[in-house]
């Protein structure tokens, strides 16, 4: 007997952003102008005019950008949800990338949306003071194998922060850490290496001074039981309770996110379709990276929406 076919939602993490995100769901979809309400009213300032009007350079800002994400792409669900719920089929499983695992616990009912959004502004906020106080920064090796990579970091004192899809892994580490790292990965003929445009080096021990303070909000946030199985970005393994998801937060922050093995969990555990939802495609293209069978949508607006209602017409 074949195992049914199962449906994933994933969500996008920072570096996903753009001036402009989400105004057309606002305009056109009252659950996602509530979602950007409830955000502005949480923060007590107009996040919404930020992610609709920029401008960019504040947009991008970590204490700024990662509540921006976090609530685009919920308004991107909750107008899907509105809209086209005979067309969009429930999850088995929903996962995020970094910060999109926060995404990822409202959407299973683990935090409100308030409270998600203050906890991933203070985060951002405590990040970017991390970052000032030491500078770092993250860089993408493309093309070298993992054991490769692991010695870089061992002779110069980095961290692996995140292992995407084959052949792609991001480190972090002070600056001048990433520039010996660069001559390293250069010397092993990586194939490519790129900077990341952050402001600190995120998913490393860098990290470790926010922490304490970071775990304080977190214990005082309201966790409930989650409704959908979420796939931890540590273990790529279901978080089944609060006290779970609440050490999996404090973790985070320093920890490596292995978002390769999460996706490969769900895809050996039934999963055949994945959709992609908030601002941008960068988990859709790292998901064809890892499994180039599995069906993969996006849903970052209104046309994405009306592709949802209309399956069996062209855009």
Same mark, same amino acid.
């Given at each position: 007997?074949?195992?049914?076919?199962?449906?994933?939602?994933?969500?996008?993490?920072?570096? $996903?952003?753009?001036?402009?995100?989400?105004?057309?769901? /606002?305009?056109? /979809?009252?659950?996602?102008?509530?979602?950007?309400?409830?955000?502005?009213?949480?923060?007590?300032?107009?996040?919404?005019?930020?992610?609709?009007?920029?401008?960019?350079?504040?947009?991008?800002?970590?204490?700024?950008?990662?509540?921006?994400?976090?609530?685009?792409?919920i308004a991107c669900l909750r107008a899907a949800q509105e809209s086209t719920s005979e067309f969009l089929p429930p999850p088995s499983f929903v996962a995020g990338h970094s910060l999109g695992? /926060?995404?990822?616990?409202?959407?299973?009912?683990?935090?409100?949306?308030?409270?998600?959004?203050?906890?991933?502004?203070?985060?951002?906020?405590?990040?970017?003071?991390?970052?000032?106080?030491?500078?770092g920064g993250m860089l993408a090796i493309m093309g070298l194998e993992r054991e490769l990579i692991e010695d870089i970091c061992l002779k110069s004192n980095c961290n692996i922060s995140n292992i995407n899809c084959p052949g792609q892994i991001i480190i972090s580490g002070a600056l001048d850490a990433l520039s010996k790292a660069r001559e390293l990965a250069t010397?092993?003929?990586?194939?490519?290496?790129?900077?990341?445009?952050?402001?600190?080096?995120?998913?490393?021990?860098?990290?470790?001074?926010?922490?304490?303070?970071?775990?304080?909000?977190?214990?005082?946030?309201?966790?409930?039981?989650?409704?959908?199985?979420?796939?931890?970005?540590?273990?790529?393994?279901?978080?089944?309770?609060?006290?779970?998801?609440?050490?999996?937060? $404090?973790?985070?922050?320093?920890?490596?996110?292995?978002?390769?093995?999460?996706?490969?969990?769900?895809?050996?555990?039934?999963?055949?379709?994945?959709?992609?939802?908030?601002?941008?495609?960068?988990? $859709?293209?790292?998901?064809?990276?890892?499994?180039?069978?599995?069906?993969? $949508?996006?849903?970052?607006?209104?046309?994405?929406?009306?592709?949802?209602?209309?399956?069996?017409?062209?855009?």
């Amino acid at each position: 007997m074949s195992q049914p076919h199962k449906t994933a939602y994933v969500f996008p993490g920072q570096g $996903s952003q753009r001036v402009g995100m989400g105004l057309d769901l /606002y305009n056109r /979809y009252p659950s996602a102008r509530e979602a950007f309400d409830k955000a502005d009213a949480t923060l007590g300032y107009p996040l919404s005019r930020l992610c609709f009007k920029g401008p960019e350079e504040e947009l991008k800002r970590t204490d700024n950008v990662q509540p921006a994400i976090l609530v685009t792409s919920i308004a991107c669900l909750r107008a899907a949800q509105e809209s086209t719920s005979e067309f969009l089929p429930p999850p088995s499983f929903v996962a995020g990338h970094s910060l999109g695992e /926060y995404t990822a616990l409202v959407a299973a009912s683990v935090l409100t949306l308030s409270d998600a959004v203050h906890l991933v502004r203070e985060r951002g906020r405590l990040m970017h003071e991390a970052g000032q106080t030491n500078p770092g920064g993250m860089l993408a090796i493309m093309g070298l194998e993992r054991e490769l990579i692991e010695d870089i970091c061992l002779k110069s004192n980095c961290n692996i922060s995140n292992i995407n899809c084959p052949g792609q892994i991001i480190i972090s580490g002070a600056l001048d850490a990433l520039s010996k790292a660069r001559e390293l990965a250069t010397m092993k003929d990586a194939r490519r290496i790129i900077p990341l445009k952050v402001s600190a080096a995120f998913h490393s021990t860098l990290m470790e001074p926010i922490m304490d303070e970071f775990s304080e909000l977190v214990l005082n946030s309201t966790f409930h039981p989650p409704a959908i199985p979420i796939i931890s970005n540590l273990t790529a393994q279901p978080l089944t309770g609060v006290d779970s998801i609440r050490e999996e937060l $404090s973790r985070q922050l320093r920890q490596c996110i292995q978002w390769q093995s999460s996706i490969e969990y769900m895809i050996r555990n039934g999963v055949t379709s994945f959709y992609e939802i908030g601002p941008g495609t960068v988990l $859709s293209g790292l998901i064809k990276r890892i499994n180039s069978e599995v069906q993969i $949508s996006n849903i970052s607006g209104v046309e994405d929406i009306t592709r949802l209602e209309n399956p069996n017409t062209s855009s």
